[in-house]
């Protein structure tokens, strides 16, 4: 049975699915067309086999958090848990598309393995993308995902901002995740920056 989750914003971007078979096109292909964003936001659904991720925002990095929440919404229901613990680092990659599987890996794999989820996100463009996760404990609270694969990832800019499809696998049975992986040499977590007791208020 399939969970879906709630779009976290009361304004959704409005989209509009083409399906045209005008002379050139092709029968059946699906165009996107982003009519206008007016505030960011996200939506996810979780089935057996399937996770559907998308988000939107008027900046990229917006658009990454919003990623990230959706797939933490996968995980447990609202209200989330409160944050004990905040994790900051520079990740370097010239590609956004790529920092978002980078992002997913990050979150599955430390769901799975410390039983934590980031309940707040942040990033940032500087010489690279610095990002904050505020972190809150999940051990024994809701089932892990044990591995999962990216079927398609997409991250575009479009008129009036940021928009992404993710759909996932989780039927895989592998002992690795697959989401993208951070570029040939790069170190998964660039520099720790501070992984102590989080900051709130």
Same mark, same amino acid.
């Given at each position: 049975? /399939?969970?879906?989750?709630?779009?976290?914003?009361?304004?959704?971007?409005?989209?509009?699915?083409?399906?045209?078979?005008?002379?050139?096109?092709?029968?059946?292909?699906?165009?996107?067309?982003?009519?206008?964003?007016?505030?960011?936001?996200?939506?996810?659904?979780?089935?057996?086999?399937?996770?559907?991720?998308?988000?939107?925002?008027?900046?990229?990095?917006?658009?990454?958090?919003?990623?990230?929440?959706?797939?933490?919404?996968?995980?447990?229901?609202?209200?989330?848990?409160?944050?004990?613990?905040?994790?900051?680092?520079?990740?370097?990659?010239?590609?956004?598309?790529?920092?978002?599987?980078?992002?997913?890996?990050?979150?599955?794999?430390?769901?799975?393995?410390?039983?934590?989820?980031?309940?707040?996100?942040?990033?940032?463009?500087?010489? /690279?993308?610095?990002?904050?996760?505020?972190?809150?404990?999940?051990?024994?609270?809701?089932?892990?995902?044990?591995?999962?694969?990216?079927?398609?990832?997409?991250?575009?800019?479009?008129?009036? /901002?940021?928009?992404?499809?993710?759909?996932?696998?989780?039927?895989?049975?592998?002992?690795?995740?697959?989401?993208?992986?951070?570029?040939?040499?790069?170190?998964?977590?660039?520099?720790?920056?501070?992984?102590?007791?989080?900051?709130?208020?």
């Amino acid at each position: 049975m /399939g969970r879906s989750a709630l779009v976290h914003s009361p304004v959704v971007a409005e989209y509009r699915q083409d399906r045209s078979s005008a002379s050139g096109a092709q029968a059946g292909r699906n165009r996107w067309e982003v009519m206008a964003v007016k505030s960011a936001g996200h939506r996810s659904s979780a089935r057996e086999a399937e996770i559907e991720l998308e988000a939107w925002a008027p900046t990229c990095e917006g658009c990454l958090c919003e990623a990230v929440d959706a797939l933490v919404d996968c995980f447990v229901t609202p209200p989330r848990p409160a944050a004990s613990e905040a994790i900051e680092w520079t990740h370097i990659s010239n590609d956004p598309e790529d920092l978002l599987g980078y992002l997913l890996d990050w979150v599955v794999y430390h769901r799975r393995v410390f039983g934590r989820i980031p309940v707040t996100t942040s990033i940032e463009r500087s010489n /690279g993308w610095d990002i904050r996760f505020e972190t809150a404990d999940l051990s024994g609270s809701e089932d892990a995902l044990e591995s999962v694969y990216v079927r398609t990832i997409g991250l575009q800019s479009a008129r009036g /901002g940021w928009h992404c499809d993710v759909s996932l696998d989780r039927s895989v049975e592998s002992d690795e995740l697959a989401c993208t992986p951070a570029p040939e040499g790069i170190p998964r977590i660039q520099h720790v920056i501070s992984s102590a007791p989080a900051q709130l208020g």
